[in-house]
């Protein structure tokens, strides 16, 4: 996968996405922004987020996220939609809410919180964003309903908040979007209502309160909340935050001894904040932080080693593997990280060994299971490969990277028709046109049968609606 590899994707410019985000019949009368056309705007922005922008695919990170915001979610009101996260590789300290109940969070949260109940906090805050519909209420007041700018400036949110993270870039929206984008912002009462609301989830979800105030504080000293550094105009949505924090505190005071000192297990989080500081964050800060501190416990160890691998230095990350591999050999975090070293420098026998065992302890770990399939096609097995790969697929449906694999593996395997077609979707991901077309034909003079003319006609349907909402 694309985030697996680390692969830095180069932020596209963005010149105003006029796609008509509802159909005409959707808007009943101009200013009223209904559940379902959020519904609607949240599916089409995750498209935007899913091919444009490094989501990270890790099932270990991603589910440890998803388990922090499910505790969060069973302490507040029932919604309307059920709440989707994304993780995306950003070193920006920030989380934020789209529509429709989707939340979006940035590696650089993660890596500089010190514990679960900070990060549980910040997520909270949005989270309460989303059940006051602060959003919906937003759109609706600006009056931007069935405009085609909503679109782009949710993108641009994105985009423009890469700039102080891997794969910089520029945003360019058009006349509609840019003069529009300003009104697109929460107030100070809504920001008032979220730390309100969000501190209830919190305690009512078993966190420590704590984690609030000392989270916003480290956010605020880093000016990422408060109008600074790259962070654009919606992000910087949290005014008022030296009185907010007071605020926070004169609440948690007044709360009964027993909640104020709770004692989180920050275990899991720790875990996860190594692989993001190990993967997503440059390699050489990364090295930095597994040495610099002396510490010499296994996550630090596994640590350095991955950052060592990123670096290239074979021999170096080859001992330190091998040393955090004695320090933990059971578990299958560390099993699979030795197994994806092994598989990148060669030693296929090796590489297969540990990630299948990691895949038959864990058949979700779609990191393993991605170079599992790539350690036994090299092998020769194709037939195990492929199967392995669908699996991947079948979670990341719109990676290019696990498509062009795939395609390749049903190649080798004499399967020229889902080669194709699943080469088309690749480059059409990729926005290589040209070799999608190519791709697309191949498949069409192959399809025989009334199965494949029904996958061509989704693939079609697929990539049409992905071309008209990115305007190309």
């Known amino acids: 996968m694309t985030c697996v590899r680390g692969i830095r994707l180069r932020v596209l410019v ?3 996405l006029i796609a008509l985000v509802f159909p005409p019949a959707a808007i009943s009368s101009f200013g009223e922004f209904t559940i379902r056309d959020e519904i609607e705007l949240a599916r089409k922005f995750d498209l935007v987020i899913e091919t444009r922008f490094p989501v990270i695919q890790d099932t270990r990170i991603i589910g440890y996220v998803q388990s922090l915001v499910d505790r ?6 029932p919604q309307p939609f059920p709440i989707k996260t994304t993780v995306v590789r950003n070193s920006a300290l920030n989380a934020f809410a789209s529509a429709a109940g989707h939340i979006t969070i940035f590696t650089g949260l993660i890596a500089n919180m ?24 937003s759109i609706e007041k600006s009056q931007l309903v069935g405009a085609g700018s909503l679109l ?12 102080g993270g891997d794969g910089a870039g520029a945003l360019v929206l058009g006349s509609v979007a840019g003069a529009k984008a300003m ?17 209830g989830y919190l305690v009512d979800a078993g966190f420590a309160p704590a984690g609030m105030t000392t989270a916003f504080n480290k956010i605020r000293k880093l000016q990422w909340l408060g109008g600074g550094g790259d962070v654009p105009s919606y992000l910087s949505t949290h005014p008022g935050m030296d009185d907010r924090v007071v605020y926070m505190q004169e609440r948690i005071a007044r709360l009964p001894a027993n909640v104020r000192n709770r004692a989180s297990d920050n275990e899991a989080f720790q875990r996860v904040k190594l692989l993001v500081q190990a993967w997503y964050t ?26 060592l691998s990123r670096l290239q230095q074979i021999e170096a990350a080859r001992v330190r593997f091998e040393e955090a591999l004695a320090c933990n050999a059971h578990d299958p975090l560390w099993m699979r990280e030795y197994g994806r070293f092994s598989f990148e420098y060669g030693d296929l026998a090796t590489a297969a060994k540990y990630l299948q065992e990691v ?17 036994v096609a090299e092998q020769g097995n194709h037939a195990a490969s492929v199967s392995a790969m669908e699996r991947v697929l079948k979670a990341v449906p719109r990676d290019a990277e696990v ?7 049903q190649a080798a395997m004499g399967r020229a028709f889902e080669a194709h077609l699943n080469f088309a979707k690749s480059f059409a991901y990729k926005r290589k046109f040209s070799k999608y077309n190519f791709h697309l034909q191949k498949s069409e003079a192959l399809a025989q049968t009334p199965p494949q003319q029904e996958q061509l006609r989704k693939v079609r349907e697929e990539i049409a609606e992905f071309r008209e909402i990115l305007g190309i």
Not at 116 to 135: F, G, N, Q, T, Y
Not at 360 to 366: A, E, F, I, M, Y
Request: negative net charge.
């Open 403 to 409: 498509l062009e694999y795939l395609a390749r593996y």
């Open 72 to 77: 969060l979610v069973a302490a507040m009101p």
């Open 152 to 163: 782009g400036i949710l993108a641009g949110v994105l985009v423009g908040s890469q700039g």
């Open 183 to 199: 009104q697109l912002k929460y107030t100070r009462e809504n920001e008032k209502d979220a730390d309100q609301y969000g501190l």
């Open 14 to 16: 963005l010149a105003c």
């Open 282 to 307: 440059d390699p050489n800060t990364a090295k930095a932080i597994f040495t610099s501190t002396g510490k010499s416990t296994c996550l630090f160890v596994l640590g350095e080693a991955i950052a």
């Open 359 to 375: 895949v038959l302890r864990d058949p979700n770990d779609l990191f393993a299971l991605f170079f599992y399939a790539r350690a």
């Open 114 to 137: 010190d514990n679960e109940d900070e990060l549980a906090s910040v997520i909270a805050h949005e989270l309460a964003h989303v059940s006051e519909r602060h959003i919906a209420k």
